[in-house]
């Protein structure tokens, strides 16, 4: 404070060398786009009179400042904000977290994406769920399934999911390979019923025709040479093919075959030879016709 003087040592008129006028100053900012006004707190006129109290109000100026921060000279550059800037709070501990490196920076959690992250955008192309629905395998549930988490093929499956022609199955194996069987030769290897022959005892021509039942011609016809009396190494109930069996000039022996009703068979000579089961390379030895018998197995 400036104490009051005395008239006589004092005039309007006196040089005013140790009072500060204050005058309207603008401060420009060079960082920011912010302007401070200042005005004096008092204003002399050019003849006034000076005393304590106008002197006490020149100290006391009036200072604003207008303006915003958001201008290109806020002083903040670009991409100069990094993770340590912010708040331990800004973060929610779950999904986001910081890294321990420095600058810190943002980072997802680990498994911090739920469900509820996942737009059912990422559903498609044999997914399913999102947008709070957990993900899952998208399956046709016609001809697919999953089973404990296992993609199984359905039990109905419709011909055009195993590119096979519709009168077809697959047979597969463990091992997921396959085969397509016909299903005319399917039911035919499956058939319960089946024919076997009496037994025909060997003799020059005709050694059997007869009816075997089926419907239809069989599919598999299996003409044997029973072992009846053992010769030649063979035990009896062995049983043989009659097709290496031959008689002299190393003619075949027999013809056999079937049509839709019987089964036939027919020698061309009750003289057979055959090899030695225990020494074949004695070469051919004659087979005791009565020590053997015909019979045939046939099925659809």
């Not at 140790?18 to 006129?45: K, N, R």
């Not at 519709?166 to 035919?188: H, K, P, Q």
């Not at 225990?278 to 019979?295: D, E, F, I």
Request: hydrophobic share 40%.
């Amino acid at each position: 404070m400036i104490k009051s003087m005395s008239k006589s040592k004092i005039t309007t008129t006196m040089p005013m060398v140790l009072i500060l006028i204050f005058v309207s100053i603008l401060i420009p900012s060079a960082l920011a786009e912010l302007t401070a006004i200042v005005s004096p707190g008092y204003t002399f006129g050019s003849s006034e009179r000076v005393n304590s109290t106008k002197l006490n109000q020149l100290g006391l100026p009036t200072i604003s400042i207008v303006g915003t921060l958001d201008g290109t000279n806020a002083g903040i550059s670009a991409g100069s904000i990094n993770a340590n800037m912010f708040a331990n709070s800004v973060v929610d501990n779950a999904s986001l977290d910081y890294t321990n490196s420095s600058p810190q920076a943002l980072r997802i959690k680990s498994a911090g994406v739920k469900v509820r992250e996942l737009s059912s955008d990422v559903a498609g192309s044999g997914l399913a769920g999102g947008s709070g629905s957990a993900l899952s395998v998208n399956v046709d549930d016609a001809g697919i399934a999953i089973t404990n988490d296992v993609l199984t093929l359905k039990t109905n499956l419709n011909p055009n999911y195993l590119g096979v022609a519709s009168n077809s199955v697959v047979i597969g194996s463990s091992t997921n390979r396959g085969v397509a069987v016909d299903l005319a030769v399917l039911a035919r290897m499956l058939a319960t019923n089946s024919f076997t022959s009496a037994e025909y005892s060997l003799a020059s021509g005709s050694v059997a025709d007869t009816a075997h039942g089926l419907s239809g011609t069989p599919s598999v016809v299996r003409w044997v040479l029973l072992c009846k009396s053992a010769e030649w190494g063979y035990s009896v109930g062995d049983e043989i093919g009659p097709d290496a069996l031959v008689i002299s000039g190393d003619w075949p022996v027999f013809t056999y075959g079937a049509n839709s009703t019987n089964v036939f068979m027919v020698a061309a000579s009750s003289s057979i030879f055959i090899y030695s089961k225990t020494n074949p390379a004695a070469g051919y030895q004659s087979l005791t016709a009565g020590n053997w018998r015909a019979k045939c197995y046939a099925r659809p």
